[in-house]
């Protein structure tokens, strides 16, 4: 069997771009050069199958990129919001659980269909080509990126259902590399945890932007009558990242106990704007009376 | 066979069971979504649990909340607030109840007429849905809004607009008033106290103030269904309609399936007309379908899932109106913050309004957290400070419009909630051929191919764009003159939370579904009664009461035409639906 050749130089930029690269094998990433190596692979039956070494990997990028996500809604006194450059001294979204909140919703509760996740994910992962930027500091070798690639691609082909915060974070991550292409390196596990506050604005600012090339590139992926649905899903889906990492960071979802449907704690929103100061109450003493004193109006 | 099938206990489909059940009439009330039978056990006053989209009580999904919500297709930034369950989106309503504005009727000759949307207007005149609209008021009960330091603080802006004060029903010019609403008056300690052991019924009746309206009316506790102070459908006309035999001499107890998803129409053709004959539902926990006949289907899901069950039944579409007309009245969102305590998250959510003919109207809106945070982030025009998306209008608010969001909304509530004051802004918006529903080409659900709505909000008429910039100046003089600091406009992204006209009632044949009666054009026996019936945007006025005359009218019509009945509405009073006799039997059937 001839020996296929290494990915292309865009293929690594790619990978770069959406994070699996600098999350598997960068500095700091989850996963030692070696247990990608062909010959320990070959040769060694204890390791695991690429394919399982790639999935935590992915969530944890995933992860990563939603708390990049989630301090760019409401900003806290972590390290996330410190690279933002906003850092907070009162409790924000990753003390709210706003991230838990996210994966928690796209990875269970989106009823998104695997019909259009799927190739979504796979648009983005595998369909994009190299926008031509150059990126800096990724000295990998050829096999192994070759062996990361393979491992994203079966994963992206197994029938296990693609959870969906993966490639809302490649989107993210891809986004944020367009934006500032330094940001494949430095802190944190994804380029889009690396933002400041401005770029991760310019970084949506592109998704919403109604003629992105994003948004061409992925209609091209779908054949008719699918093909403006997938872009009319992105323009939504600019929108409502924002707004549901923001309703989740003000919401009780990370002190709520479903079983006694009670709060564990006071939620991080109340104390931050005076809501019920005393928790929930059955009535206020807020009737003042009648507006000029008139109960009833008639014709 | 059932005498008649109802497709959908929301703010419609009630309307008519009730009405039909006191006549006698063998009525089957069919819910795709959960009975909130037990709201104490059920529900909570928290956001998340009650209003996520995707996980919360108030969702559009079956009763099993470990299954996800039923997806819809928004190819746009938009937000399409659907609920399932019996009640609808009166469950989270804030209950209010002012008229639709003459103007939008057929025969209106005031010195505006030309003002409105007047290619679209409702097929009968204002006089003859009076009638109507009294039958409602005084079933609900509809009353005039108890005040609290939200609303006095929004009276004091409007009081600096040079406007008069409404003291009718129907409104004749531009003025300002409390609202006409569905919530039972204070009574007792409610509105009195925050003790919450002195807030028990019958010590407190009507509202409490507690705020909770968009988590659902449950107080005050230990009343009966019927007489929790918010008259959402599940606590007013669903009730009567199950307990008919002990109010309505004659009456008939109607049967209340949820879950039960209805997926097709039948027809036949009788005579080469095609006519209703009934319809097949998918019970959401086992999967299994039955079907049922009957001599009159009334559809009532409302503006997105009736055109849906319409396109997926195969039934024709001549004009190809069927979904078209969507109006949501184009909101938009204008905060305002204060120095002075405003009492922003207690009371009904919105005891004020103004209203504006021919433009639209605004009306304050008190929210808890997370929904606040939610009204200041969904907007068309970027970030405020970062990017505008195109947009980022400026005008008598501060900066250019966009999202309040990051380090500015934080440091906004952390300002106080209780110091903030919030104002929707309601347009006036024409019927527009292009903002519709179609059938979706992502995969189908359980249910079968579903819904896309779209809405091109950039390419509105002119009317409707103007509309809505005259009446966002108004929110922020009105908010500059109860005296805001500062003052926000979120130029929102389209929610979609009034809903109207999308199966809509109209003169011509050309650009409307149903005919003057309430009756579909194509299929006879086959007639649609909710939201989506309206024949256009009302003027801006909230809908319900609009919806729940013109279902009373219907149901008139429909006792009239097929079941050779008289109508009732010009000649008896209506029973109020918080009787005692309901709250006795609703005790004996455990409800």
């Known amino acids: ?299 | 066979m059932r005498d008649v099938i109802v497709i959908g206990a929301g703010g419609g489909g009630p309307v008519v069971a009730k009405e039909l059940a006191a006549k006698g009439l063998d009525v089957l009330l069919l819910e795709a979504g959960p009975r909130h039978a037990k709201p104490r056990e059920e529900w909570t006053t928290f956001e998340d649990d009650a209003n996520n989209p995707l996980t919360g009580y108030f969702r559009l999904g079956p009763t099993d909340r470990s299954k996800p919500a039923w997806y819809r297709e928004w190819p746009q930034n938009s937000f399409v607030w659907q609920l399932s369950g019996v009640g609808g989106t009166t469950q989270h309503f804030y209950g209010n109840y002012p008229r639709a504005y003459p103007g939008v009727f057929k025969g209106y000759d005031g010195a505006d007429r030309n003002g409105y949307d007047v290619n679209h207007r409702f097929p009968f005149t204002y006089a003859e849905m009076v009638p109507y609209f009294e039958w409602v008021e005084a079933l609900m009960p509809v009353q005039t809004a108890a005040m609290g330091h939200k609303e006095q603080m929004f009276f004091r802006g409007a009081e600096t607009l040079g406007l008069p004060v409404q003291t009718t029903k129907t409104t004749h010019e531009p003025s300002y008033r409390p609202q006409e609403n569905a919530i039972l008056q204070p009574g007792g300690t409610a509105g009195k106290t925050s003790d919450k052991n002195l807030l028990n019924y019958p010590q407190a009746t009507g509202c409490t103030f507690c705020g909770y309206c968009f988590q659902g009316c449950m107080r005050p506790n230990g009343a009966p269904r019927n007489q929790f102070a918010k008259r959402s459908t599940d606590n007013s006309y669903v009730p009567m309609a199950l307990t008919a035999n002990v109010w309505a001499r004659g009456g008939k107890p109607i049967e209340l399936i949820a879950d039960a998803y209805v997926t097709r129409v039948h027809t036949e053709s009788r005579h080469g007309v095609l006519t209703a004959s009934g319809v097949t539902w998918r019970d959401n926990v086992s999967g299994e379908e039955h079907r049922e006949d009957a001599r009159v289907v009334v559809m009532s899901g409302g503006c997105t899932e009736n055109p849906r069950l319409w396109f997926n039944s195969g039934l024709p579409n001549p004009n190809g109106w069927v979904g078209r007309g969507y109006t949501d009245h184009f909101f938009d969102w204008m905060i305002g913050s204060f120095d002075e305590y405003t009492g922003n998250p207690k009371g009904v959510g919105s005891s004020a309004r103004l209203d504006y003919p021919p433009y639209g109207g605004l009306e304050n809106v008190g929210l808890p957290p997370a929904l606040s945070a939610f009204g200041g982030t969904l907007s068309d025009s970027g970030i405020r400070g970062q990017y505008k998306n195109g947009r980022g209008k400026t005008g008598p608010w501060d900066g250019p419009a966009g999202r309040v969001m990051g380090p500015e909304l934080k440091e906004l509530m952390a300002g106080g909630i209780d110091k903030l004051l919030t104002v929707l802004v309601i347009t006036d918006d024409d019927v527009e051929a292009q903002n519709r529903v179609t059938l979706s080409a992502l995969p189908a659900d359980e249910n079968g191919p579903i819904p896309k709505v779209t809405f091109k909000q950039r390419k509105r008429t002119k009317r409707t764009l103007k509309n809505r910039e005259f009446m966002a100046r108004k929110a922020a003089e009105l908010l500059r003159g109860a005296g805001a600091k500062k003052v926000y406009r979120v130029d929102w992204a389209p929610l979609i939370l009034h809903v109207q006209s999308s199966m809509r009632m109209g003169e011509s044949e050309q650009n409307s579904v149903l005919d003057a009666r309430g009756e579909t054009r194509a299929v006879k026996r086959l007639f649609i009664a909710d939201n989506s019936a309206l024949s256009n945007g009302l003027g801006g006025p909230n809908p319900t009461l609009t919806s729940q005359a013109l279902a009373t009218r219907t149901a008139e019509k429909i006792f009239q035409t097929y079941f050779d009945g008289d109508p009732w509405v010009r000649t008896d009073s209506p029973v109020v639906s918080t009787d005692p006799r309901i709250s006795v039997r609703l005790g004996q059937l455990g409800l």
């Open chain 1, 1 to 299: 069997m001839p020996v296929a050749d290494p990915p292309p130089l865009s293929r690594r930029a790619f990978l770069a771009r959406i994070g699996v690269l600098g999350a598997a094998l960068g500095g700091g990433g989850l996963l030692a050069r070696s247990m990608l190596a062909p010959a320990d692979a070959a040769t060694n039956p204890l390791l695991p199958p690429a394919v399982d070494l790639i999935r935590p990997v992915l969530a944890e990028l995933a992860r990563d990129t939603l708390n990049g996500l989630t301090v760019f809604a409401m900003p806290g006194p972590d390290a996330y919001s410190r690279t933002q450059g906003t850092l907070s001294r009162t409790p924000g979204a990753l003390e709210a659980g706003a991230t838990d909140f996210m994966i928690n919703a796209l990875d269970h509760f989106v009823p998104f269909p695997d019909a259009i996740a799927q190739p979504v994910g796979a648009a983005l992962v595998t369909g994009l080509a190299d926008s031509g930027i150059a990126l800096p500091g990724l000295d990998l070798l050829p096999v192994e990126l070759r062996s990361l690639d393979q491992a994203l691609a079966a994963y992206l082909q197994s029938d296990a259902a693609l959870p969906l915060s993966f490639p809302i974070a490649g989107l993210l991550n891809l986004m944020a590399t367009q934006v500032n292409p330094l940001a494949v390196n430095g802190p944190h596990l994804s380029p889009f945890a690396r933002l400041t506050y401005a770029e991760k604005a310019a970084a949506f600012e592109l998704i919403e932007k109604t003629d992105s090339d994003l948004v061409a590139l992925l209609d091209v992926q779908f054949p008719e009558p699918l093909k403006g649905s997938v872009s009319g899903l992105l323009k939504f889906v600019g929108g409502a990242l924002i707004e549901f990492a923001t309703f989740g960071a003000y919401s009780e979802y990370g002190v709520f106990d479903p079983d006694t449907r009670t709060l564990r704690k006071r939620p991080v929103a109340w104390t931050l704007s005076g809501y019920q100061p005393n928790g929930p109450v059955e009535g206020w003493d807020d009737f003042i009376g009648y507006y000029q004193g008139r109960m009833e109006v008639h014709d």
